[in-house]
């Protein structure tokens, strides 16, 4: 009576929808209860109907009712603490994103562990043979996988525990011993081994890449800020030059003006002076002219004599000089002055002006360099200098090709040549900004860059790229690269390729190596002080027949 109560009581709160307990009960319209969110997703794919129904009756609801809580929800609740207290196996029940017990018939409990022999799952009910049985107890253990059933062999219907190399797949014994028996095969366990050493490569590539990309971005920071101050601080003192520029040009304006008014008055006053002293010399001859007019008339002889005599003498000046030199020359020669100052200025102003734009356009744009036009523009013609090669390597296209021979080849006696490593310089010195790109073919090539003052003579690590103070190389072999250092080896990450770019600038102390393909990739980069000339070295390595070019870039 007791079970039949139960199963009356589950099934009375129980959802018509899941079969499950009621979760949030609400109830509709016409009295049946279901979970909020078991009705919430029925009515979500009656959506574009526009009409609801209920799912028991049927019933059509011309609107979306509003859900509330359903007065069961206390009851539903008070069912699971009694069932959970009369049977603990409930609370372990496999819920849909569970792995569930492949041994459970009924209630499908959530199982605890998968095992890889027997390739099932197990509630810790039936999981307990594996801690009783001596034979069990070998059999290995994980967690709770729904994917065990991907370790059977389809077609033999066995546990696959092998590994083939050749075909990349998992197999089993069965497999092993007939279509691919001839194969390169080996346990599971080795092959997981050998992945997992693989992973960790991968893991540590990826964290050194990780590490390297955040130096990048710590660097770009700090270019920001050098940048920015740069930008700030140059237009601030142009600003105060084009200011003290102005400021003279207003000084030397009001110094002019000054100037000019100054002899503008005294020639005015000069003139006025001598309009005054004309105009009383014209009164005087007015005066004269009347008095001779009357004398003229006069009849008596005696008298016209008399009179006349007595007259005292004119004193009249000799201005024609004065007036005809004119005072206005003089200025218009200031003006000519003036005018041959503002073209010279001008011309001044251009020739330096555009210098100026042309050192703003010098000032290297960061993010130009992140793709490969960026670097092309500062691509420089380089040949290799057949007097540091060594004998056994021969110099073609022009001495930018390089290729290891197995005989000597026929080169002079030379101080510059290297005696023992297969090395080569270039005979052009980097200066500033270089890029250059070399690409190479073999079993590995070194590109290095190098001070000149390298030692050539000897098998000592001093002649030896990367092996001293004097050079930084990348080597670069089919399946990795290595950079060098004064001895110091660090292992690089990036994807091949045969070409290998470098981009050099001498005054900022930065050297970079790049894998060149469809696109560029950043493999290694330096920042140092560069204290002598800079050369580019190719060392050829591995057996005779490999070689490496300097790329023609433009």
Not at 27 to 50: L, P, V
Not at 390 to 419: A, I, Y
Request: glycine share 4%; aromatic share 6%; proline share 3%.
């Amino acid at each position: 009576m007791e079970q039949q109560g139960a199963e009356l009581q589950t099934e009375t709160f129980s959802c018509p929808i899941c079969v499950d307990l009621l979760k949030e009960p609400v109830t509709t319209s016409c009295g049946h209860s279901y979970c909020r969110t078991c009705i919430s997703k029925h009515w979500d794919a009656e959506e574009e109907k526009q009409t609801y129904s209920c799912p028991q009756c049927r019933k059509r609801l011309k609107k979306r009712p509003e859900l509330g809580k359903n007065m069961l929800a206390e009851l539903v609740e008070e069912l699971k603490k009694n069932r959970l207290h009369n049977d603990p196996d409930d609370q372990r029940l496999a819920a849909a994103e569970d792995v569930t017990c492949d041994v459970c018939t009924e209630r499908k409990l959530k199982a605890s562990k998968s095992c890889l022999n027997c390739v099932a799952s197990y509630c810790e009910k039936h999981l307990q043979p594996h801690h009783e049985s001596a034979a069990l107890k070998r059999h290995k253990l994980v967690d709770p996988s729904k994917k065990i059933q991907e370790k059977i062999c389809c077609r033999h219907d066995e546990v696959m525990k092998m590994f083939c190399r050749t075909d990349q797949q998992c197999i089993c014994i069965i497999c092993f011993m007939e279509e691919h028996k001839d194969h390169n095969t080996v346990s599971a366990a080795t092959e997981k081994t050998e992945k997992q050493r693989e992973l960790q490569e991968s893991l540590a590539d990826i964290h050194k890449n990780i590490q390297d990309r955040e130096k990048d971005v710590e660097l770009l920071k700090e270019k920001e800020k050098t940048i920015n101050l740069s930008a700030d601080q140059t237009v601030e003192h142009s600003e105060q030059m084009f200011t003290e520029l102005i400021r003279l040009l207003h000084q030397r304006s009001s110094e002019l003006e000054k100037e000019v008014r100054s002899k503008q008055q005294t020639e005015v006053s000069a003139v006025r002076a001598l309009q005054e002293k004309l105009k009383q010399e014209i009164s005087e001859l007015k005066k004269r002219d009347a008095e001779l007019q009357q004398l003229s008339h006069t009849e008596d002889h005696i008298q016209f004599v008399l009179s006349y005599s007595s007259l005292s003498a004119l004193s009249v000046s000799t201005h024609s000089s004065i007036i005809h030199r004119g005072p206005g020359s003089c200025f218009e020669e200031v003006t000519e002055v003036v005018l041959e100052l503002r073209e010279h200025l001008h011309k001044v102003l251009m020739e330096d002006w555009n210098k100026v734009c042309q050192t703003v356009e010098r000032v290297d744009d960061i993010l130009s360099l992140m793709t490969r036009a960026g670097f092309l523009k500062y691509s420089q013609e380089i040949t290799l200098d057949p007097n540091t090669a060594h004998r056994k390597l021969r110099l073609s296209e022009g001495n930018r090709k390089v290729t290891k021979m197995f005989v000597d080849q026929p080169h002079p006696d030379h101080p510059d040549r290297f005696t023992f490593w297969h090395h080569v310089l270039s005979r052009e010195s980097l200066t500033g900004r270089c890029y250059w790109e070399v690409e190479w073919r073999g079993r590995g090539v070194c590109v290095s860059v190098t001070y000149k003052s390298i030692s050539r003579a000897g098998e000592g690590k001093e002649c030896l790229f990367g092996f001293n103070d004097k050079s930084w190389v990348l080597l670069c072999s089919p399946n990795s690269y290595t950079f060098y250092h004064n001895s110091i080896k660090s292992p690089v990450s990036g994807p091949q390729s045969s070409r290998i770019g470098v981009y050099v600038d001498h005054t900022a102390g930065i050297l970079s190596f790049y894998s060149v393909s469809e696109t560029m990739t950043l493999l290694h980069r330096v920042i140092t002080t560069f204290t002598e000339p800079l050369h580019t070295g190719v060392y050829v390595i591995g057996c005779y027949g490999g070689s490496a070019e300097l790329c023609k870039l433009k």
